[in-house]
């Protein structure tokens, strides 16, 4: 059972508008998300993140919400350049006990972002 | 700081083979873990070590096996070899602020 959902393999943007990354989840225990960026052929890097106490941080271009109730989240992209076009991992951390958290990812969205 | 250095960058495998995986965390961290990603599918979580002690294990079977030394570095090792196994594989690190992944190891199984 898939517990971070990616429901869009794909989005496509035009240069200058807002990108929106969608993310669901359905295990409650999860207390921290992040967002990846991949490009091919190269590991995932870190984008942003937000705790389950926030609804909301931003940084820079990038802003992540988060809605607990409807164990929900996004990632929004203001403007959106060429060079964000890459896909996209939603990721959420749980503590799976004797220490150890384990990051559970989304299947990815690929965003193009059209110049 | 160095990065995460993963070794080999490609590898190609036949059938049946065995193969062996390296990485090298970033300099400090003393839990790496290691993911999975093939199309469709995501990063897929294998396990998880941490002063040279497995502390997390996902849902994979027991041809994949894995093991941290001393020093941090960590191996991974598949056995037997299926067709499936294709995937870049890909390990992390993590300290105090979060997990720093490397660039992966893409293995092709013919």
């Known amino acids: 059972d898939q517990q971070v959902k990616q429901n869009s393999p794909s989005l496509s943007v035009q240069e200058g508008r807002i990108s929106i990354l969608n993310c669901d989840y359905t295990n409650s225990m999860f207390d921290y998300f992040l967002w990846y960026k991949k490009y091919p052929a190269e590991g995932p890097t870190f984008l942003i993140s937000i705790s389950s106490i926030k609804d909301k941080n931003e940084d820079g271009r990038f802003t992540v919400f988060l809605n607990k109730s409807a164990k929900h989240l996004s990632l929004h992209i203001v403007p959106s350049q060429p060079g964000d076009s890459a896909v996209y991992f939603c990721?959420?951390?749980?503590?799976?006990?004797?220490?150890?958290?384990?990051?559970?990812f989304g299947k990815g969205t690929k965003l193009s972002v059209i110049p | 700081k160095a990065g995460v250095t993963q070794t080999p960058r490609y590898l190609i495998k036949t059938r049946g083979q065995q193969v062996t995986l390296s990485c090298s965390p970033i300099?400090?961290?003393?839990?790496v873990s290691w993911y999975q990603q093939t199309p469709g599918q995501g990063l897929q979580f294998l396990f998880e070590?941490?002063?040279?002690?497995?502390?997390n294990k996902g849902n994979f079977p027991g041809r994949f096996s894995g093991r941290q030394f001393s020093n941090s570095r960590s191996e991974m090792n598949v056995s037997t070899l299926e067709l499936g196994d294709s995937a870049l594989y890909l390990c992390a690190s993590s300290g105090n602020y979060g997990y720093t992944f490397g660039s992966g190891t893409r293995l092709t199984v013919v």
């Open positions: 990721a959420a951390l749980a503590y799976s006990g004797a220490g150890s958290y384990q990051l559970t």
């Open positions: 070590y941490f002063s040279e002690t497995q502390r």
């Open positions: 300099s400090g961290h003393r839990s």
